[in-house]
């Protein structure tokens, strides 16, 4: 300002060096400027490019998931009459045309004994010792002086946690005690207080054999079922291990009334999760093209062109189609259903040979959409969750069951599995990490199948590239890291400007210094020629 004022009562130089120094910092700031913000926009757009890729794989891998996980995409057991039972398929099973039926005598239901009326929880129950028994195993729970209550008693019992549960009940004669264990026939217990106790608490003792103590309010009792002419008995009343790969639960039970169980199969599910596959890997192709494309005459070239980890999801998606999903014979990839890969990437459906394969081979068809695990050998019990284990086949040898309360022994895949009593575990740095089988009985060799099917095939897809040191991982760092350079470079481009401009100022103002004294000198010299030559005018 001070430099604009000089320059408008003719001061020093006469230039208006304050414009002149914003003329020249503009001028060389500018294309510095441009350039870094030409960068900033197109990481910005890298960015915002590979997170709408990447949520768009996540959708689509999570979608898919869903609609597997429904149940909506694998046969489902029917049962005639639901209020007697129902019933559903275990995840990863194959029940195919299962039909049977199904008779329930008799609900499995857990023993109840109850005390005699108290008039508060307080009131004192006696000192000792009482010993519950439950299939040979005695657990003791003592009462002293700091527990010795109707509720004391009921928490002494329940902090053993060995499989009764104790509860005070207050009903129209006071407080009572009730006892409650597992249901079935082995989970029966009793109470017994060493001989001569005469503190009270032998009121809490029972033996079905003696008479005194508790009183046995219900019998410890298994569920009895005749599936197809032949009795069955089961400690509870949700049944897993009586049919392959169903969960029956038993809801009442009618002496004489049959219930008829069969299967039904997901056909147009299928069919339609197939059409709704090919239209949402189009819908993502698409997206990818869009980003990683070259550019064509009207259209610029996708911000992701060179991106290695783009390209890396289109490498892995395009064989999707190709992919071994499951183990069953025959048809084995969404190419052996009529799901073709079109020359630009996208797929189409074949929608005779999909038809033939629903009519003939619905099993294998089905088993691509669904994850499944399968041991060839029934005293080998697959107990990992499903989509723990890598799909493959696992050869399992040498199996040997835990003796005496041992840990049992075998080997997967040559190696010695781990051992926690009758379970085997895959050990670290196995194929089948996350494996673990229950050991039923001797295995000279078995196998174990696990199909990842669509779902599982996709989960890996996307496991990999959002890995650590994944290609989407290594894009999105380098991504990052380019912004910070950026920003770096912005503030390293700011510090050199401020620089120019201050030194800019300082280079001016010596010079409008110098102007002003010379100017000076000027005018003084001029006055004594004035003088020196007699010329006052």
């Known amino acids: 300002m001070v430099s604009s004022i000089g320059y408008a009562l003719g001061a020093g130089s006469g230039i ?6 914003d003329d020249l910092y ?6 510095k400027e441009a350039a870094i913000k030409k960068r900033e926009e197109a990481n910005a757009a890298k960015i915002s490019a590979l997170g709408e890729a990447s949520n768009a794989l996540a959708s689509f891998s999570s979608a898919l998931s869903s609609l597997i996980s429904g149940g909506t995409l694998f046969t489902q057991p029917t049962v005639s009459d639901p209020s007697i039972l129902s019933a559903k398929a275990l995840a990863g099973s194959r029940i195919g045309d299962y039909s049977a039926t199904l008779e329930v005598k008799r609900l499995a239901q857990a023993q109840t004994l109850v005390g005699a009326p108290f008039a508060n929880a307080s009131d004192p129950v006696g000192e000792g ?16 002086p700091a527990n010795n209550s109707l509720e004391g008693l009921a928490k002494a019992i329940n902090d053993k946690k060995a499989g009764v549960t104790a509860s005070l009940v207050k009903g129209s004669t006071g407080v009572q005690l009730m006892l409650k264990g597992q249901t079935g026939a082995a989970q029966a217990f009793t109470l017994d207080v060493p001989g001569g106790t005469t503190s009270g608490l032998e009121r809490f003792a029972y033996d079905p054999n003696v008479s005194g103590g508790l009183t046995r309010a219900q019998e410890a009792r298994d569920a009895v079922l005749i599936l197809d002419g032949v009795q069955v008995l089961r400690d509870r009343n949700s049944v897993s291990d009586l049919i392959p790969g169903m969960q029956l639960d038993l809801v009442k039970a009618v002496d004489g009334t049959t219930v008829t169980i069969g299967t039904q199969r997901p056909v147009a599910a299928i ?22 494309g070259p550019g ?14 783009i390209r890396d999801m289109q490498r892995q998606l395009a064989q999707l189609p190709t992919t ?40 294998a068809v089905e088993a691509l959409f669904n994850p499944g695990q399968f041991s060839s050998n029934p005293n080998l019990v697959i107990s990992s969750a499903l989509g723990k284990v890598k799909p493959g086949t696992y050869t ?5 069951p835990g003796v005496n309360g041992g840990n049992a022994s075998g080997k997967i895949n040559g190696v010695a599995a781990g051992a926690v009593g009758d379970y085997l575990v895959a050990p670290s740095g196995s194929p089948a990490v996350g494996l673990t089988l229950q050991v039923k009985g001797a295995v000279v060799a078995a196998t174990i199948t696990i199909d990842a099917g669509l779902g599982g095939a996709l989960a890996a897809i996307k496991d990999r590239l959002f890995a650590l040191g994944g290609p989407l991982t290594n894009s999105n760092e380098r991504l990052r890291k380019e912004a910070d350079d950026l920003a770096d470079a912005r503030e390293t481009m700011e510090r050199r400007m401020t620089t120019f401009k201050n ?11 110098r102007v002003s004294a010379f100017k000076a000198t000027q005018s003084y010299l001029e006055q004594q020629v004035k003088i020196w030559t007699g010329n006052n005018d």
């Open 16 to 21: 208006d060096t304050a414009k002149l120094v």
């Open 26 to 31: 503009n001028a060389s700031r500018a294309p």
């Open 129 to 144: 010792t009482l010993t519950l028994r439950i299939g040979g195993v005695a657990t003791q729970v003592a009462i002293g």
């Open 271 to 292: 069919r339609q999760a197939v059409s709704d596959f090919v239209t949402a890997f189009n819908e993502l192709n698409t997206v990818l093209k869009d980003m990683a």
């Open 296 to 309: 064509v005459p009207g259209k610029g070239a996708g911000p992701l062109r060179q991106d290695v980890g």
């Open 324 to 363: 071994i999903l499951s183990s069953q014979n025959g048809i084995r990839t969404l190419g052996d259903i009529g799901v073709r890969t079109n020359r630009d990437g996208s797929v189409a459906i074949d929608e005779a040979s999909l038809e033939r394969a629903l009519k003939e081979s619905p099993d």
């Open 396 to 400: 399992i040898t040498d199996v040997v």
């Open 503 to 513: 030194r800019l100022v300082n280079d001016y103002a010596a010079m409008e210094k």
